[in-house]
């Protein structure tokens, strides 16, 4: 019979073949230093690489690796929500598999759990390795999504932190398709803290996150969280329309009162590019509401998997929502964990 895990490690990894064994090697090292029980979950969210195979092969060997393979990318958000529903610590730690956010720190995140705090997350300090136009556009976008919301996101935090069991189980209990993490468990709230630290550069490898899906992240964020933008259509609508009015005011003084005239196409096509463009940028946000609502309402699983290694039937065939394929592979010797 499997002893109870005290600590679930989720680790998403894409495409992490050059650094993935050294991400294992201290991860090893820091959750063995704790005595307790553990199980590191790593989740393939589609790699092309020999990232799954290189795990898979840990597994033989080390029952304390897990791995569930995704069918094909499903998202970083997604692979998280993944690790949460297989995860049966009594605590559940996210760090990505690059190792830009040390797993050392996690020593510090289990003293603050065993102070009473049912979440502890780690705030960036400082981003080595990265440009000034990253660093420049995450500032911004986490500054915005606070001031859009009414949800308190702490800003410059990504999603490596600590979760308590109750905190993991209210979590999965939200379906959403458009998953923004970090503020799903601002929202669930609990006894929540931080802890400080200084994010290194990539060991290897290249950003899973460019500026396309870093878009498509803040996107989610304000989306999921707030309807502000709706409302500052209104608002600018409301604008837009007076200073118009005030303007055709202006025009008729001119024509009755005095001898003077508006001349010039340039100035009337100038003012309908401004109004024109402001209607399609308010019909694009209303637009990014409208797709999110169609995404719930196909009721498609969050995540499918193509295999999963290392689990005990009964939590393979009762983890969350979007399990397939062949959930449970033996180990070897034919040993089920």
Not at 196 to 208: F, H, I, N, S, V
Not at 288 to 306: A, F, N, S
Not at 325 to 333: D, E, F, Q, S
């Amino acid at each position: 019979m499997s002893r109870k895990v005290k600590f679930s490690i989720i680790i998403p990894m894409y495409n992490e073949e050059a650094v993935i064994q050294e991400t294992y090697r201290r991860l090893k090292k820091v959750m063995s230093s704790t005595g307790q029980t553990y199980e590191l979950l790593f989740i393939n969210d589609g790699s092309k690489d020999r990232s799954a195979k290189i795990i898979e092969e840990y597994g033989y060997w080390d029952e304390t690796v897990k791995l569930i393979d995704f069918s094909r990318n499903f998202g970083h958000q997604i692979a998280i929500t993944a690790g949460m529903d297989y995860a049966s610590g009594d605590a559940v730690i996210i760090i990505d598999a690059d190792l830009q956010d040390p797993p050392e720190l996690i020593l510090q995140m289990i003293e603050k759990w065993q102070e009473g705090f049912e979440v502890v997350y780690a705030t960036r300090g400082k981003r080595n390795g990265e440009s000034r136009f990253k660093i420049w556009s995450a500032s911004a976008f986490y500054r915005i999504l606070r001031a859009s919301t009414d949800i308190d996101i702490p800003v410059d935090t990504g999603d490596f932190r600590l979760m308590d069991r109750k905190v993991v189980d209210q979590m999965k209990r939200l379906p959403e398709n458009n998953r923004f993490v970090r503020g799903l468990v601002s929202w669930v709230g609990f006894r929540q803290t931080s802890i400080m630290y200084e994010r290194d550069e990539r060991l290897a490898g290249e950003t899973k996150y460019p500026l396309r899906r870093m878009i498509k992240l803040c996107l989610d964020g304000i989306t999921s969280f707030s309807y502000k933008p709706l409302k500052l259509a209104g608002y600018m609508g409301a604008a837009l329309s007076g200073i118009g009015f005030l303007f055709l005011l202006y025009v008729l003084y001119l024509a009755i009162f005095t001898h003077a005239t508006m001349k010039g196409w340039p100035s009337l096509m100038g003012i309908m590019l401004i109004f024109n463009g402001f209607i399609l940028v308010m019909l694009g946000i209303l637009g990014e509401y409208v797709g999110r609502i169609y995404d719930e309402t196909k009721g498609r699983p969050l995540y499918i998997v193509r295999d999963a290694y290392g689990f005990a039937a009964e939590t393979a065939n009762s983890a969350g929502v979007g399990v397939g394929g062949k959930p449970v592979l033996p180990r070897a010797g034919g040993a089920q964990l």
